[in-house]
T-cell receptor
Framework: NAGVTQTPKFRILKIGQSMTLQCAQD?????MYWYRQDPGMGLKLIYY???????DKGEVPNGYNVSRSTTEDFPLRLELAAPSQTSVYFC??????????FGPGTRLTVL | LAKTTQPISMDSYEGQEVNITCSHN???????ITWYQQFPSQGPRFIIQ???TKVTNEVASLFIPADRKSSTLSLPRVSLSDTAVYYC?????????????FGAGTRLAVHP
């Protein structure tokens, strides 16, 4: 099993550009999550999903969108990138709501 | 919403036992206590989870007193590779997965 995979690993965006962060898991987990982590801080939940077709907002959803068309994939869309979205983004999945498996992260810089 | 409080940082030496305590005074009846470890430039990794008393696995032990208002992660005989940030989380099915909050964690530095 590859576990949770994320692409790209690094990305630099200009203000106002858009992009999609990809996340996939091969563990047949129903629950998937997107977090962001700013330097020296803990993780903040952006969006989560309890299964294909079902998503909901977390703590910091503004400026982001998600979709969950399959069990395996949970892409995160950034529209109109802003410097405040410079962060490391982690995707995670779990069989149960509390024990999560994390991907390697995407380091995003918005200039 | 169960908030957790941990020490910001700790220092230890190789071969010592390290205990990291987490306070969660308003833990709900159905909440579990979960600890994650995070190395630089990596995602957090699940270490251990418990509900009450003591849980032990190949990596760590988790001690939870009867009132469940705190918990202690115990790392036996740490090595340099245990240098990481350790997060304590409280939550579970009834509390709602969207309410799992990662605090700033405890930065453990293990010295030779």
């Amino acid at each position: 099993n590859a576990g949770v995979t994320q692409t790209p690993k690094f990305r630099i965006l200009k203000i106002g550009q858009s992009m999609t962060l990809q996340c996939a898991q091969d563990m047949n987990h129903n629950y998937m999550y997107w977090y962001r982590q700013d330097p020296g801080m803990g993780l903040k939940l952006i969006y989560y999903s309890v299964g294909a077709g079902i998503t909901d907002k977390g703590e910091v959803p503004n400026g982001y969108n998600v979709s969950r068309s399959t069990t395996e994939d949970f892409p995160l869309r950034l529209e109109l990138a802003a410097p405040s979205q410079t962060s490391v983004y982690f995707c995670a999945s779990s069989h149960e709501p509390d024990t999560q498996y994390f991907g390697p992260g995407t380091r995003l810089t918005v200039l | 919403l169960a908030k957790t409080t941990q020490p910001i940082s700790m220092d230890s030496y190789e071969g010592q036992e390290v205990n990291i305590t987490c306070s969660h005074n308003n833990i709900a009846t159905n909440d579990y206590i979960t600890w994650y470890q995070q190395f630089p430039s990596q995602g957090p990794r699940f270490i251990i989870q418990g509900y009450k008393t003591k849980v032990t696995n190949e990596v760590a032990s988790l001690f939870i007193p009867a009132d469940r208002k705190s918990s202690t992660l115990s790392l036996p005989r740490v090595s340099l590779s245990d240098t990481a940030v350790y997060y304590c989380l409280v939550g579970g099915f009834v509390s709602g997965y969207n309410k799992l909050i990662f605090g700033a964690g405890t930065r453990l530095a293990v010295h030779p």
